[in-house]
């Protein structure tokens, strides 16, 4: 099956640092999406995100699909922003399920 | 006004038990699925209903048992309850196969 590989697997930022997460894929896709799994366990949706580049707030999101990655940046982080971010991909071969990667877990300190 | 509801938040069961999770959507979504997170926080399709039917139906023991009364709900019931069945289940919605996709909060499942 595919490989979905997140990095860094693990984050710490001082609050109003800036980040980027990176998303890799080893074979071709039809769609990711970006979540956020807050302290709590609540996963939100963050970016629908096949191809180009999407902007919500602070967060801005690129997917290169013929290069097989994705970027999530995180600018000017709150510590509302810990958590764990997580990629996942959607292939036709697979129905179309969302295969996740590990995950990014985040800690943004005062 | 909540979009995915599932019930119940906590669940703590014994060996040898039958349980069920229950699932709905208000957001009119056609597409619903199950997802198991372990303890490592990795999330892993379970199943996929589409118009209330099966389209994806991973390798799961059969004690898991999906069920769609119609297109709002989607309900897991699982007979025979295992130590390894102890996990988070996430139910989750989108309108279509590719289409921003929407989790429940979760349910913790415990089983002694």
């Known amino acids: 099956g595919i490989q979905v590989e997140q990095s860094p697997p693990d984050l710490i930022l001082q609050e109003g640092a800036n980040s980027t997460l990176r998303c890799n894929f080893s074979?071709?896709?039809?769609?990711l999406q970006w979540f956020h799994q807050n302290p709590w366990g609540q996963l939100i949706n963050l970016f629908y995100?096949?191809?180009g580049t999407k902007q919500n707030g602070r967060l801005s999101a690129t997917t290169v699909a013929t290069e097989r990655y994705s970027l999530l940046y995180i600018s000017s982080s709150q510590t509302t922003d810990s958590g764990v971010y997580f990629c996942?991909?959607?292939?036709?071969?697979?129905?179309?399920?969302?295969?996740f990667g590990k995950g990014t877990s985040l800690l943004v300190t005062p | 006004d909540t979009a995915v509801s599932q019930t119940p938040k906590y669940l703590v069961t014994q060996m040898g038990n039958d349980k069920s999770i229950k699932c709905e959507q208000n957001?009119?979504?056609?597409?619903m699925y199950w997802y198991k997170q372990d303890s490592k926080k990795f999330l892993k399709i379970m199943f996929s209903?589409?118009?209330?039917?099966?389209?994806i139906n991973e390798t799961v023991p059969n004690r898991f048992s999906p069920k769609s009364p119609d297109k709002a709900h989607l309900n897991l019931h699982i007979n025979s309850l295992e130590l390894g069945d102890s996990a988070v289940y996430f139910c989750?919605?989108?309108?279509?196969?590719?289409?921003?996709?929407?989790f429940g909060n979760g349910t913790r499942l415990t089983v002694t």
């Open positions: 989750a919605s989108s309108q279509a196969l590719l289409s921003p996709l929407h």
């Open positions: 074979d071709s896709v039809n769609n």
């Open positions: 995100i096949p191809s």
């Open positions: 996942a991909v959607q292939r036709r071969l697979s129905g179309y399920a969302l295969n």
């Open positions: 957001l009119g979504h056609d597409t």
């Open positions: 209903y589409n118009n209330k039917e099966l389209i």
